[in-house]
């Protein structure tokens, strides 16, 4: 799923990619990945670091580009007993 986030002066959401905003990309897809290749010629093996499960959080450079992997626990679904 991708969510992008105006950075101006507030943080919110917006419909499109626009220069200068932040890309949140959740579970990314095949067609995900396609879309951050072709539009913004990211790194393949960025985006293969990113789907791997047992990636650790971290940042690195290279070549201009900053990759944040961001490994954030949360609740699927509440089971009661």
């Known amino acids: 799923m991708r ?3 105006n950075t101006n002066s507030t943080l919110k959401t917006i419909d499109e990619w626009q220069p200068n905003c ?3 990309v959740t579970c990314p897809t095949d067609e995900d990945q396609q879309f951050l290749e072709d539009k913004f010629n990211i790194p393949d ?3 293969s670091d990113i789907s791997d ?3 650790r959080a971290r940042y690195e450079y290279d070549d201009g580009w ?5 490994r954030i626990p949360y609740v ?6």
């Open 3 to 5: 969510t992008f986030w």
């Open 22 to 24: 932040w890309i949140q």
């Open 45 to 47: 093996y960025f985006l």
């Open 53 to 55: 499960a047992d990636e």
């Open 66 to 70: 900053m990759l944040i992997i961001l």
């Open 76 to 81: 699927k679904e509440i089971r009661s007993r």
